[in-house]
T-cell receptor
């Protein structure tokens, strides 16, 4: 059984740029959620995808967008990067909805 | 929106002492989950509580869900160095459109 994988591991961008982060869900999971974790804070829910549709969204602006593909993998896109977007971005997959979340190792994004 | 408060923020204990972290939600929850994150790692699911007044045990860990389904606690008996990490509670309310709301976590530091 393959766990949740994310790429890249680390990324450095400058203000105003755009970034795409990728996530492969654990086998058998059809739901993917994305979280932003600032240093010293708890993960903050960005959005969830189920069967390629956005299924829930946290308090994040529209420049945070996502996709889910037929194989249940997912992308998180962030446009017009701001300094405050620097954080660990975590992807989590689950069998259904918001039950047990299986987290990936995360992508550390630094915005300069 | 929903808020989840967690106390204490930091807890220093001697190895072998007990440890408790508390979680309080501003709204009634449909379920509450607990996660552990080791330094430099990603959150790992520990347990999910669904029923009012529910108590679950995992070896030295005891989890409780309050009668009003607005608070929860995690108690560790006789801490070991392997217990080091940050413990997060995460609550789900209503239909889940807002996703899981994580607390800021309790950082457990163990002195041998």
């Amino acid at each position: 059984e393959t766990g949740v994988t994310q790429s890249p591991t680390h990324l450095i961008k400058t203000r105003g740029q755009q970034v795409t982060l990728r996530c492969s869900s654990q086998s058998g999971h059809n739901t993917v959620s994305w979280y932003q974790q600032a240093l010293g804070q708890g993960p903050q829910f960005i959005f969830q995808y189920y069967r390629e549709e956005e299924n829930g969204r946290g308090n994040f602006p529209p420049r945070f967008s996502g996709l889910q593909f037929p194989n249940y993998s997912s992308e998180l896109n962030v446009n017009a990067l701001e300094l405050d977007d620097s954080a660990l971005y975590l992807c989590a997959s689950s069998f259904t909805g918001y039950n047990e979340q299986f987290f990936g190792p995360g992508t550390r994004l630094t915005v300069l | 929106g929903q808020q989840v408060m967690q106390i204490p923020q930091y807890q220093h204990v001697q190895e072998g002492e007990d440890f408790t972290t508390y979680c309080n939600s501003s709204t009634t929850l449909s379920n509450i989950q607990w996660y552990k994150q080791r330094p430099g790692g990603h959150p790992v699911f520990l347990i999910q509580l669904v029923k009012s007044g529910e108590v679950k045990k995992q070896k030295r860990l005891t989890f409780q869900f309050g009668e009003a389904k607005k608070n929860s606690s995690l108690h560790i008996t006789a801490t070991q160095t392997t217990d080091v990490g940050t413990y997060f509670c995460a609550g789900l309310s209503g239909g889940g459109a807002d996703g899981l709301t994580f607390g800021k976590g309790t950082h457990l530091i163990i002195q041998p």
